[in-house]
């Protein structure tokens, strides 16, 4: 079965860091990016990077650098997300997504997302 | 970074009607264009990319079109499973702000 099966819900204090992992299936895991995306309570959806699991390549939004690490390994098939100095406005339910390329090369969409996890920011 | 907009940001329809949502980006960005359906706790589904190419297995009553700016998506026949947020996502990065359709 080709799914994405995400880490159970967390709790942390500011300041703090989550790491969360993201287990794939029913597929090559190399062969397609990786997307993380988040929402926050009640709004919508902000992209916050990418990561190649077979060269590990990764590139994400500004406003994450220096907090955002992009990981993964092959022989589990899994890639994490591990966000750094935490605060509350990071109160947010966390998706992986699997990314495919069109033909042309031209676009990236996600065709496989995970259930998301729920990190909540609170001391 | 490119921005996008959408409206209208919800509506109200009833069964059977013909929905329609506009997508706008801040600059040309060809077919790079995704749409998403998202229910109430659930993660988001993908419904068509490349502006008009529908996903495997969708309804064909979804559809969509443009290229550059601007774009649309339609549901030609409201059904009561559609009551969603639906967004739009240039290239696989910025998403659109949503908009909430609802059942009248």
């Known amino acids: 079965q080709v799914q994405l099966v995400q880490s159970g819900a967390e709790v942390k204090k500011p300041g703090a860091s989550v790491k969360v992992s993201c287990k794939a299936s029913g597929y090559t895991f190399t062969t397609y990016d990786i997307n993380w995306v988040r929402q926050a309570p009640g709004q919508g959806l902000e992209w916050m990077g990418w990561m190649n699991p077979n060269n590990s390549n990764t590139g994400f939004v500004r406003k994450f650098q220096g907090r955002v690490t992009f990981t993964r390994d092959t022989s589990t098939n899994t890639a994490y997300m591990e966000l750094s100095s935490l605060r509350s406005e990071d109160t947010a339910v966390y998706y992986c997504?699997?990314?495919?390329?069109?033909?042309?090369?031209?676009?990236?969409?996600?065709?496989?997302w995970g259930r998301g996890t729920l990190v909540t920011v609170s001391s | 970074d490119i921005q996008m907009t959408q409206s209208p940001s919800s509506l109200s329809a009833s069964v059977g009607d013909r929905v329609t949502i506009t997508c706008q980006a801040s600059q040309d960005i060809s077919n790079y264009l995704n749409w998403y359906q998202q229910k109430p706790g659930k993660a988001p589904k993908l419904l068509i990319y490349?502006?008009?190419n529908l996903e495997t297995g969708v309804p064909s009553r979804f559809s969509g079109s443009g290229s550059g700016t601007d774009f649309t998506f339609t549901i030609s026949s409201l059904q009561p499973e559609d009551m969603a947020t639906y967004y739009c996502?240039?290239?696989?990065?910025?998403f659109g702000p949503g908009t909430k359709v609802d059942i009248k």
């Open positions: 996502q240039q290239r696989g990065f910025t």
């Open positions: 490349d502006a008009s």
């Open positions: 997504a699997r990314g495919l390329t069109s033909n042309y090369g031209g676009n990236r969409y996600f065709d496989l």
